[in-house]
């Protein structure tokens, strides 16, 4: 739960600093006063339970708080730059005084979960330790130091120093860094950073020493953030604002670029005036800006954070603001991997000896990942602080167990709702798993899939037979060298299937059945080491949008490529002439588009069959040679000058990439091949033209990206880029007929169809391709459902002819 709700009293003689400070604590009372004088008065009246007060005096303010709140927790605002404030608070923590220290400058959420966790901290367990058994190891002003742990809780410790370390070091607010806890020698508990809250000098029958008390976060440092995706459309920017409110999300409001104050909102409503959408509030703070001004506004919800600048519009003298809703919202995941709740047909357990106690613990997750999980327990009995290390078990739904290591990451309180329960307190610890067993990672996510949609399963364990007979009644518009009825193309198929997709590394298949049986199926490949395409979606003719089948196969697809830590990329390819996904995930594409993050790019389909006789080439053509590395330089410096880093990450074209020695690797422990030859034309200063060849076992890919090939043009005025290009047709041709292909397959630019057709080729049509960050996959599968959510219900006779992910 919570902390209660108790008394806050604030003395600040500032008054916009008062405000600031009374608006960074909504869930307690405050009572706000200008001087120690008037703090005196409200303490004889009643004790407060929490006290924050400036540095000045604080000796003299620290005997009357003992004598009127003597349990009450004391914290004092004070900058690392007043030196005549922390002089003042060394004096008082040398008298044997008990405080907290805070940084003038911390914002109003820093501060307002900095004083939450000192009540947490004051409530929590500590535990006293043996001090021969436990050392700490931890670095303060680029010097090393060791020292021996006393008592150790779930937000600090205790620590004793020699007694030649002088006091004067360890003022309030110190940060130590690289803080270490070890029991006879084996890593307990390890923090990036911790604060000194006090230090005294300290006496007992071993001898004289420095007591050092420490706080720590409730948080490890999180991972590397990923980039930032920024929702544009005004329409969005303005639903996504209003469902923060029904969720009823926490807004605060800063000035541009300015984090020293930040006002929480109160009352937030939006609301259209004049066609305009504006957001009015409330705040008991001030920010010493004016109407006109910029101003951020910021909020978090689901594990996202949402940020966005904006126009203050009216400031009025009552608290009451107006601000135009931001004209875009920037979106940051705080959570690498999505997480869920198993339901009561996949239960999990986690069983571990507690840190510091000792104590066998067992408890069922709140949620979890292949990446981590959810535990809960009780902080007025348990410690387990975050950096904690943890050998556990984890036992599976099927009777199973598997052993694993738990890194604690975070822990937090969880919501009371009111209620008192007898001292008890709820925490929730996130947790990182490490070492965890292939066996463990596939039962959590068959439990992933079921609470997504119970009615998907593994394709792999589907024969394929059913699939491609599903296939064909949904009018699958295949590849011609796979027709449907061919016994040798069928058992192809089916072999490739079944290496691709029965491990999940390679790519996942996804099956929809109900009581009618098989309704629909797709697929997604690790195309490129970085990259999962999504391909295949077919679903029964006849079905009704109300089951919204490709809803859930599309989004539980690109879920499961999210899940795979190291897929960067998702990748969506459609035909220009199939009017359902043309249409939606074109704007889906168009909605999401952000640059460096996402690429849309169309190519055209070309096909040529192949026969047993090798192809005579015309005469006069250039020399063709194979690429080598200083040709893999200039494909990833060209394409990086045409803006399109994003095809360089997402299709292996970095340099040391380009010929898939990575990916390939991974195929190849499948009984796969995945691979990619280059071909060059030369010119006088440079290629004149460049061939990338993919290679790959037939299958992978049913239109056969995996064995086509593209062009790069650098220069198509150039007087012998035709004949460069006619070339590298021919030798790509040549290829596909030295692997026994029975078509070659280009993917090329509009410009290129001329000669393809010259070639022997027949254009297949046009293709749309959408690539975006994996950063963007939770906002696309939100607008996802939002498409069906307008479709559901009704029968759709468009839907019955044909539905394809290419």
């Known amino acids: 739960m919570s902390v209660p709700i108790r008394d806050v009293l604030v003395v600040h003689p500032n008054a916009g600093r008062r405000a600031a400070l009374a608006s960074a604590l909504p869930s307690y009372r405050v009572v706000a006063v200008e001087s120690k004088v008037e703090a005196a008065f409200k303490m004889a009246d009643a004790a407060p339970a929490l006290i924050i007060a400036p540095p000045d005096d604080a000796r003299h303010f620290l005997r009357q708080v003992a004598n009127a709140a003597p349990d009450a927790l004391r914290v004092f605002i004070c900058s690392k730059s007043d030196p005549v404030g922390l002089a003042e608070l060394m004096q008082s923590a040398a008298e044997g005084h008990v405080f907290s220290v805070l940084d003038d400058a911390l914002s109003g959420p820093e501060l307002g979960r900095t004083i939450s966790h000192l009540l947490q901290h004051q409530g929590s367990a ?19 130091y060791s020292a021996r742990c006393v008592e150790i809780g779930n937000f600090g410790a205790t620590l004793l120093l020699p007694e030649d370390v002088p006091a004067a070091g360890f003022p309030p607010g110190t940060t130590l860094e690289s803080v270490r806890v070890e029991r006879e020698g084996r890593l307990l508990f390890k923090t990036p950073w911790a604060h000194v809250q006090r230090a005294q000098p300290a006496t007992d029958e071993l001898g004289t020493y420095l007591r050092l008390g420490i706080s720590w976060a409730t948080a490890m440092h999180p991972p590397p953030p990923v980039p930032g995706v920024t929702m544009e459309e005004q329409s969005e920017v303005v639903a996504t604002l209003r469902k923060g409110l029904r969720r009823e999300a926490v807004l605060w409001m800063q000035r541009a670029n300015d984090s020293s104050v930040q006002l929480r909102l109160e009352e937030p409503v939006v609301e259209m005036v004049d066609g305009v959408a504006v957001l009015r509030c409330r705040s008991a703070g001030m920010l010493e800006c004016s109407a006109g001004d910029e101003v951020d506004l910021f909020f978090e919800m689901g594990g996202q954070s949402y940020s966005g600048v904006t126009q203050l519009l009216s400031l009025e003298a009552d608290g009451g603001l107006t601000v135009r809703v931001p004209r875009a919202l920037v979106i940051r995941n705080w959570r690498s991997l999505p997480r869920f709740k198993p339901d009561s047909d996949n239960r999990f357990l986690i069983s571990f000896l507690a840190p510091i106690t000792g104590q066998p613990t067992t408890r069922a997750p709140l949620d979890l990942s292949v990446g981590g999980l959810s535990f809960p327990f009780d902080a007025s009995s348990e410690i387990i602080p975050a950096g904690s290390r943890l050998d556990a078990t984890l036992l599976l739904p099927d009777g199973s167990s598997t052993q694993c290591q738990l890194e604690v990451r975070s822990i937090h309180a969880l919501p009371s709702d009111g209620r008192q329960d007898g001292g008890l307190r709820p925490f929730r610890a996130g947790a990182r798993f490490s070492g965890l067993a292939q066996n463990a990672r596939d039962a959590i996510l068959r439990a ?8 998907i399963a593994d394709g792999s364990q589907v024969p394929f037979e059913d699939i491609w007979r599903l296939m064909e009644e949904s009018r699958y518009r295949f590849h011609p060298d796979y027709p449907f009825g061919d016994e040798a193309a069928l058992a192809l198929l089916q072999d490739t299937h079944q290496k691709v997709y029965s491990k999940g590394d390679l790519g996942r298949s996804l099956v929809y059945s109900n009581q009618h049986g098989l309704q629909g199926q797709i697929a997604a490949l690790r195309v490129h080491s970085r990259t999962w395409m999504v391909q295949q979606l077919a679903v029964r003719p006849g079905v009704r949008r109300n089951e919204q089948i490709s809803y859930e196969l599309s989004n539980l697809v690109v879920e499961l490529g999210e899940v795979q830590h190291d897929v960067e990329f998702i990748r969506y390819c459609w035909r220009k002439d199939n009017r359902w996904p043309s249409r939606r995930m074109g704007w889906l594409a168009r909605a999401m588009e952000t640059p460096g993050l996402s690429m849309l790019q169309h190519f055209c389909y070309m096909r040529l069959p192949l026969g ?17 590395r200083t040709d893999f330089v200039w494909i990833e410096l060209h394409l990086r000058d045409r803006g399109e880093l994003v095809r360089v990450l997402c299709e ?14 991974r195929f190849r422990a499948q009984g796969l091949h995945r691979s990619r030859r280059v071909f060059v034309v030369d010119g006088e200063y440079g290629p004149l033209a460049i061939a990338l060849s993919e290679e790959g076992t037939p299958g992978l890919c049913l239109i056969e990206k995996t064995n086509s090939f593209s062009l790069l043009v650098p220069n198509r005025n150039h007087p012998q880029a035709r004949a460069a290009v006619q070339a590298l047709i021919q030798r790509c041709i040549e290829q596909s007929q030295e692997l026994g292909r029975p078509s070659a397959i280009a993917l090329v630019d509009e410009e290129d169809t001329e000669l393809l057709q010259q070639a022997g080729f027949e254009h297949l049509g046009r293709f749309s391709e959408w690539i975006f960050h994996r950063s963007m996959i939770r906002r696309g599968c939100e607008l ?23």
């Open 784 to 806: 996802w459902r939002s498409v069906f959510e307008r479709l559901g219900g009704a029968v759709n006779l468009e839907w019955t002819t044909e539905e394809t992910g290419e």
């Open 126 to 144: 500590f535990a006293a330790v043996p001090s021969s058994l436990y050392s700490v190891a931890f670095e303060c002003n680029e010097q090393s």
């Open 612 to 628: 047993p006789e090798p192809r005579v080439a015309p005469e006069g053509l250039p020399r063709v040679r194979e690429g080598v």
């Open 448 to 455: 992933f899939m079921h609470s997504r949609c119970a009615a």
């Open 652 to 665: 292996d074209l970095l340099t040391d990439e380009v010929d898939l020695r990575v990916v390939r690797e």
